[in-house]
């Protein structure tokens, strides 16, 4: 090795080093001196009595029916039908749906629930945020809102006239 070379590296080593120990001690805290005659003073904690926040306090939902559920516009976003229903989803899950090669792309359908006191569901799909698929969960789990044919992906080809 050259000297000029081992210049250049040992410069460089100086540097890191140099460099290192400036950014530990700017990381460092500060810290006081201690006086090792000052006497330490007692303190008590101060008598705190906690109240509830109003938001805390339960309100009674609004109970969600068939009938609401059925009136939700296809396209609405997830926050227009949380403002209609008055609270936030219970649930909320994530399906991929591969979609049908030659009709249409893949996509994700973000799955919301809104459950109600007696075991009824509302159950919202959305596709890039707009309500693309609608549920009505009665009690015993029956869907009570019929499949739109456009949702039908297993027909799509009976549904637009093509034979598979």
């Not at 926040?53 to 609401?68: G, H, L, S």
């Amino acid at each position: 090795m050259s000297p000029k070379a081992a210049l250049i590296v040992g410069a460089a080593v100086l540097a890191v080093v140099l460099g290192l120990g400036y950014v530990l001690s700017v990381t460092q805290p500060v810290r006081a001196p201690v006086s090792e005659t000052a006497p330490l003073e007692k303190t008590t904690a101060p008598d705190i009595t906690l109240t509830p926040y109003e938001d805390e306090t339960p309100t009674e939902r609004p109970f969600i029916t068939q009938e609401t559920v059925e009136n939700l516009y296809y396209g609405l976003s997830y926050e227009q039908a949380e403002e209609k229903f008055g609270f936030p989803s219970d649930e909320h899950t994530t399906e991929h749906d591969p979609g049908v090669e030659g009709y249409t792309p893949p996509f994700l359908i973000h799955w919301h629930v809104w459950e109600n006191e007696d075991g009824s569901k509302a159950r919202l799909g959305f596709v890039n945020n707009r309500l693309d698929r609608k549920h009505y969960i009665e009690p015993d789990g029956s869907d009570a809102l019929p499949v739109a044919p456009d949702l039908d992906v297993d027909r799509y080809g009976d549904i637009l006239g093509i034979e598979e």
